[in-house]
Structure formats: structure tokens, C-alpha cells
């Protein structure tokens, strides 16, 4: 649903059926998994739990729904099918909001929940619970044959969902903290106890905890991760992106390594087969094997689009690679580069292959950091092209992967200060 369409009651979704790209279904919606949040602030639809056909319920995240419309759900066709375990912040819609009694904060009055709606946040991939559809009269059988006047208010309008904002549980240190970028909550994280930082990661979505773990030292990184159960540890590091995961993965020993990887999707693992061929500090070891990578038949407003992903860094959406087939890396033929600023510039219908950037040499993954830093400092650039002797490509370095690699191992802890101190007893 795009940005400022009409919102969703969450009834309408019971049951929907779910569809790959290329229109074969995949199962059907069972319930919504919403994580509530401190005081009166709306919950956050994380996902949808979908039955396949076999019976087993998996859990969907919303980055991965590309369209909810006329009594279908639209996914990017990459599912993981683990069953759904739920964890300690979430919560089921059907199975623990709907039917619940809650109270009118303007009047004092208790009312039964009959529905709720959902709507995409604008700009952003994120989806909330805004509205609650209630109705007013006693819950029971007298309820049942004499109903009483049904409304719908706006979610701060109601109490009885929310956290309480008291105790030290995970659960509600989580929900205090959830507004942090990654890299300040994995500030708060490394100044935790052992026990309340796995508590903490234990209760963290895959996305949330993959987007930390990558701005953790490796101690914690190693430490978190060998609490996790190995098939969860595997789906966040499918999570992660494939250098840093693999930079991980590389610290683990051997045999951990090889069942992290065979519980992994076959192409991810063969991405960080591929990541952890090369030598740590080289433009192999430190390129991401996802940037946007491009046809020559496609148009500018073919490769905006692809731009535009939130999910992206910064760095990765500033510029696209064209190539011939096949788009994956290792691509075929590497073309040239299409920098961000030069598609605002360009008409939409325009196809990227007339205005390439093919004029500066491409990094070999066997490159240094040195000689990396310098090419980024001398074109002033913020992400490079990593190409084999084949003229495939095999990745992109991002200046971030090189400040990464080149401050010292303490930077995390002289230069990351948070304005709040942060309570950090364990028990």
C-alpha cells in the first residue's frame, strides 16, 4: 500500500491470499504480528504470519510485502520458511488484540475491540496500527444479544494495549530503546551485562539485531551470536549485509562456520563462500556482493526506482552498475557506472546505457586498503565498482566498509558518546 492510500482494517486481511512476482500463491495470511511500544506511541506491524500449503506457518516480514490490494498480498518472492516462533515483544493480532477489553481515556468507559487498521508510514517502509474500532456494553452473552454503539477512535485514544513503563525487563528496555539508530543502540548494547544484552538480542527482530550486530565490536558480535539458537544466528546473518556477515563468519570456528552455513539459503551461503575466499583487508574481503546492479536495456527511471529502496545505505544508493546478463553478481560484462546525480539530471525514459560513467578503472578484488582509501580520496568517491579479470562484476566497496577497516579497534568506545545514561545492571 503506497504512501497516503486509504488505511487497512486488519479483518479485511484474514485469510488473504499471498502471491510471489510472478503470481504463484505462496499461502494465505493467518495474523498480523504487531511489537507494542511505551505509553500511548502506535505498535509497529512488523509482519504477517502466512500458512503455506503444507501447514506450517511462517513469519513475513512488511519489508518483504511489495503491495496489498484487491484481496491480495504481493511479496518480493523471498520467504524464509522456518516456522514462526514468536518472541518476547510480540504480539499476535488476532490471537491477542482483537476481543480484548480496553478503556476510553476520555470517558472512563470499558469497550470490546472488534477491529483495528494499519497504514504505511509516509516515506518509509514502516507500517503502524493508528485507529481502534470498539464497541461499547458489557462482553458476554447479554453483550451478544444487545449491542451497544460501536466507534472507531484513534489508538491514543484508548489504554489497556500498551507497555507499562515501569521494570527492567528486556521486554520493556527494548521498547524504551526502539527509536535508536543501530549504531547507537549497539552502543547501548556493548555497555549492558552479558545477560541483559542477550536478553535484549533474544527479543530483537532479525532485521533490528542483523542492523545492530553490524555496528558491534566482534567480541559481541561472537558473543551474541553463539546465545542464539543456530537456525535463528543463520537467519540473521542472511539479514546482514553479505561483507559484514562474512567478516563474522570468519571469525567463528570452522565447523561452526559450515552449520551456520548449510542452515543458510543456498545463495546467501555461496555469497559468503564467495566473501570469505579473499583476505580481510582487501576490496574482495570488504565489497558487498548486493549493490544495484542494472541491464543496459533499463531506463533512468527504471534505476531511480531501484534507488529509492529504503533498505539501502547511503552509499550503496549512490550510484548503479550496468551490466550484461546475467544481473547477479558475478555479473556478465561489466559496463560502467551511473552516478545518483547524474540520473536527477537525465528524462526518466532515457536508458542507462547512453550515459555511463566507464571512464575510471575498477577496483581488483585483490586490492589493498591502502590502495583503496586512496582511489575513494582521490575521486572522491563513496562507493566503487570491485570487477574480476573476466570484466564480471563481483561487488561494490562503500566508503563506510573502508572507515570501517581503518580506525582503530576502540573507536566504538572513544567516539560514540549517548546524551541519556543508560542503566546497565543485570540482574
Given at each position: 500500500?503506497?504512501?497516503?492510500?486509504?488505511?487497512?482494517?486488519?479483518?479485511?486481511?484474514q485469510?488473504?491470499?499471498?502471491?510471489?512476482?510472478?503470481?504463484?500463491?505462496?499461502?494465505?495470511?493467518?495474523?498480523?504480528?504487531?511489537?507494542?511500544?511505551?505509553?500511548?506511541?502506535?505498535?509497529?506491524?512488523?509482519?504477517?504470519?502466512?500458512?503455506?500449503?503444507?501447514?506450517?506457518?511462517?513469519?513475513?516480514?512488511?519489508?518483504?510485502?511489495?503491495?496489498?490490494?484487491?484481496?491480495?498480498?504481493?511479496?518480493?518472492?523471498?520467504?524464509?520458511?522456518?516456522?514462526?516462533?514468536?518472541?518476547?515483544t510480540?504480539?499476535?493480532?488476532?490471537?491477542?488484540l482483537?476481543?480484548?477489553?480496553?478503556?476510553?481515556?476520555?470517558?472512563?468507559?470499558?469497550?470490546?475491540?472488534?477491529?483495528?487498521?494499519?497504514?504505511?508510514?509516509?516515506?518509509?517502509?514502516?507500517?503502524e496500527?493508528?485507529?481502534?474500532?470498539?464497541?461499547?456494553?458489557?462482553?458476554?452473552?447479554?453483550?451478544?444479544?444487545?449491542?451497544g454503539?460501536?466507534?472507531?477512535?484513534?489508538?491514543?485514544?484508548?489504554?489497556?494495549?500498551?507497555?507499562?513503563?515501569?521494570?527492567?525487563?528486556?521486554?520493556?528496555?527494548?521498547?524504551?530503546?526502539?527509536?535508536?539508530?543501530?549504531?547507537?543502540?549497539?552502543?547501548?548494547?556493548?555497555h549492558?551485562?552479558?545477560?541483559?544484552?542477550?536478553?535484549?538480542?533474544?527479543?530483537?527482530?532479525?532485521?533490528?539485531?542483523?542492523?545492530?550486530?553490524?555496528?558491534?565490536?566482534?567480541?559481541?558480535?561472537?558473543?551474541?551470536?553463539?546465545?542464539?539458537?543456530?537456525?535463528?544466528?543463520?537467519?540473521?546473518?542472511?539479514?546482514?549485509?553479505p561483507?559484514?556477515?562474512?567478516?563474522?563468519?570468519?571469525?567463528?570456528?570452522?565447523?561452526?562456520?559450515?552449520?551456520?552455513?548449510?542452515?543458510?539459503?543456498?545463495?546467501?551461503?555461496?555469497?559468503?563462500?564467495?566473501?570469505?575466499?579473499?583476505?580481510?583487508?582487501?576490496?574482495?574481503?570488504?565489497?558487498?556482493?548486493?549493490?544495484?546492479?542494472?541491464?543496459?536495456d533499463?531506463?533512468?527511471?527504471?534505476?531511480?526506482?531501484?534507488?529509492?529502496?529504503?533498505?539501502?545505505?547511503?552509499?550503496?544508493?549512490?550510484?548503479?552498475?550496468?551490466?550484461?546478463p546475467?544481473?547477479?553478481?558475478?555479473?556478465?560484462?561489466?559496463?560502467?557506472?551511473?552516478?545518483?546525480?547524474?540520473?536527477?539530471?537525465?528524462?526518466?525514459?532515457?536508458?542507462?546505457?547512453?550515459?555511463?560513467?566507464?571512464?575510471?578503472?575498477?577496483?581488483?578484488?585483490?586490492?589493498?586498503?591502502?590502495?583503496?582509501?586512496?582511489?575513494?580520496?582521490?575521486?572522491?568517491?563513496?562507493?566503487?565498482?570491485?570487477?574480476?579479470?573476466?570484466?564480471?562484476?563481483?561487488?561494490?566497496?562503500?566508503?563506510?566498509?573502508?572507515?570501517?577497516?581503518?580506525?582503530?579497534?576502540?573507536?566504538?568506545?572513544?567516539?560514540?558518546?549517548?546524551?541519556?545514561?543508560?542503566?546497565?545492571?543485570?540482574?
Open positions: 500500500m503506497a504512501a497516503g492510500a486509504p488505511r487497512i482494517f486488519v479483518s479485511h486481511l485469510g488473504v491470499a499471498v502471491f510471489d512476482p510472478a503470481g504463484d500463491q505462496v499461502g494465505r495470511v493467518r495474523d498480523l504480528v504487531v511489537m507494542l511500544r511505551v505509553g500511548q506511541r502506535p505498535p509497529r506491524l512488523l509482519g504477517l504470519v502466512v500458512e503455506l500449503a503444507n501447514r506450517r506457518r511462517i513469519f513475513l516480514p512488511m519489508t518483504r510485502v511489495t503491495a496489498i490490494q484487491s484481496g491480495q498480498i504481493i511479496t518480493t518472492g523471498v520467504l524464509n520458511v522456518r516456522r514462526f516462533e514468536q518472541r518476547p510480540e504480539r499476535l493480532v488476532f490471537g491477542e482483537l476481543d480484548r477489553r480496553v478503556t476510553l481515556t476520555e470517558t472512563g468507559e470499558e469497550v470490546t475491540v472488534l477491529d483495528l487498521s494499519v497504514h504505511q508510514l509516509p516515506a518509509r517502509r514502516e507500517w496500527i493508528d485507529r481502534v474500532f470498539v464497541r461499547k456494553g458489557k462482553k458476554g452473552g447479554a453483550f451478544r444479544r444487545a449491542k454503539e460501536a466507534l472507531t477512535v484513534e489508538w491514543t485514544a484508548v489504554t489497556g494495549f500498551s507497555l507499562e513503563e515501569q521494570g527492567q525487563g528486556a521486554e520493556n528496555l527494548l521498547a524504551t530503546f526502539e527509536q535508536l539508530r543501530p549504531a547507537d543502540l549497539a552502543n547501548v548494547l556493548h549492558l551485562s552479558p545477560k541483559r544484552r542477550a536478553e535484549v538480542a533474544a527479543a530483537l527482530d532479525d532485521d533490528r539485531l542483523a542492523d545492530v550486530l553490524e555496528e558491534l565490536p566482534e567480541d559481541d558480535q561472537i558473543e551474541i551470536l553463539g546465545k542464539l539458537k543456530e537456525e535463528r544466528a543463520a537467519d540473521v546473518l542472511e539479514a546482514m549485509d561483507d559484514d556477515a562474512a567478516d563474522l563468519l570468519g571469525e567463528l570456528p570452522t565447523d561452526e562456520q559450515e552449520r551456520l552455513l548449510s542452515l543458510m539459503q543456498p545463495g546467501d551461503a555461496a555469497d559468503m563462500r564467495r566473501l570469505m575466499s579473499y583476505e580481510d583487508r582487501t576490496a574482495g574481503g570488504l565489497m558487498t556482493t548486493e549493490p544495484i546492479v542494472l541491464r543496459p533499463a531506463t533512468v527511471a527504471d534505476a531511480l526506482a531501484r534507488v529509492r529502496n529504503a533498505d539501502l545505505s547511503p552509499a550503496l544508493a549512490a550510484q548503479v552498475y550496468v551490466c550484461r546475467p544481473d547477479e553478481t558475478p555479473t556478465g560484462k561489466y559496463l560502467g557506472t551511473v552516478h545518483f546525480q547524474r540520473l536527477l539530471r537525465e528524462p526518466p525514459p532515457s536508458l542507462v546505457s547512453s550515459i555511463l560513467d566507464n571512464d575510471l578503472q575498477p577496483l581488483d578484488p585483490e586490492a589493498d586498503l591502502p590502495a583503496i582509501a586512496g582511489f575513494f580520496a582521490t575521486y572522491d568517491m563513496v562507493a566503487a565498482p570491485v570487477v574480476d579479470e573476466a570484466g564480471s562484476l563481483l561487488g561494490a566497496v562503500t566508503v563506510d566498509d573502508v572507515l570501517d577497516h581503518m580506525l582503530p579497534e576502540d573507536w566504538r568506545e572513544t567516539e560514540f558518546h549517548l546524551d541519556e545514561e543508560v542503566a546497565t545492571d543485570g540482574s
